[in-house]
């Protein structure tokens, strides 16, 4: 089935320094990607939508200046925090559409990163 | 705005029980509803997708079903497993497209 690979698992960094994360679509291509973050005991909430070619969608409420996100190629897409802060310390999840049609399509998942800033 | 809701938010039963996850969702003009199971620290593995046009889909142990109308949706699990702890999710698309809004989850234990 599709895969999707997320690296890092895991990352602490400090207050100030920027953190890339990158998701992959292994085994098939995406166009659109997902990037969702996830606070403890919290459900996923959509940050923003990740468009090969194109900008990036930002929901309501995120900083795209300070979350940066680059869709590379049909298989690579990247979330870069800038200049992170305690705050943004959260697990962040990327997904991205499987090989069926739209919206009757599942979404797969990467394992996240669980980002820890000092 | 859609809304999705899940009760209750964390069970435990014993093994070999049957039980049942609610989902409910504010706006019945949905596409599909799909269901996730998130192990700690770790994604999500898609559990059963069920089109707006059928009204239940099932997979192994699992029964996923769905109720448009009355905005409402239930995982049932059969003779549960210590495996199947976990915390799962029910989530919909928004806005026409394959952008979800995920249910507030319920943590599910299942005692050996």
């Known amino acids: 089935g599709a895969v999707v690979s997320q690296h890092p698992s895991w990352v602490i960094c400090k207050s100030g320094t920027s953190v890339k994360i990158e998701c992959r679509s292994l085994?098939?291509?995406?166009?659109?990607m997902f990037w969702y973050r996830q606070f403890p005991k919290q459900s996923l909430m959509l940050m923003a939508t990740?468009?090969?070619?194109?900008?990036?969608?930002?929901e309501q409420g995120v900083e795209k200046d300070k979350f940066l996100i680059n869709h590379a190629s049909l298989t690579l897409s990247t979330l870069t925090v800038t200049s992170a802060h305690p705050e943004d310390s959260s697990f962040y999840i990327c997904?991205?559409?499987?090989?069926?049609?739209?919206?009757?399509?599942?979404?797969?998942f990467g394992n996240g990163t669980r980002l820890t800033v000092t | 705005k859609q809304e999705v809701t899940q009760i209750p938010a964390a069970l435990s039963v014993p093994e070999g029980e049957n039980l049942v996850l609610n989902c409910s969702f504010t706006?019945?003009?949905?596409?599909?509803l799909q269901w996730f199971r998130q192990d700690p620290g770790k994604g999500l593995t898609s559990l059963l997708l069920?089109?707006?046009?059928?009204r239940e889909q099932t997979s192994g142990r699992l029964n996923a079903s769905l109720d448009k109308s009355s905005g409402r949706s239930t995982l049932y699990i059969a003779a549960s497993q210590p495996g199947d702890s976990a915390t799962y999710l029910c989530?919909?698309?928004?806005?026409?497209?394959?952008?979800?809004?995920f249910g507030t989850g319920t943590r599910l234990t299942i005692i050996p």
């Open positions: 997904s991205a559409p499987g090989t069926g049609r739209g919206r009757d399509s599942p979404l797969h």
């Open positions: 085994d098939f291509q995406a166009t659109t």
């Open positions: 990740s468009n090969e070619g194109s900008k990036a969608t930002y």
């Open positions: 706006d019945s003009a949905i596409y599909n």
């Open positions: 069920i089109q707006s046009s059928q």
């Open positions: 989530a919909v698309p928004f806005m026409g497209n394959e952008k979800l809004t």
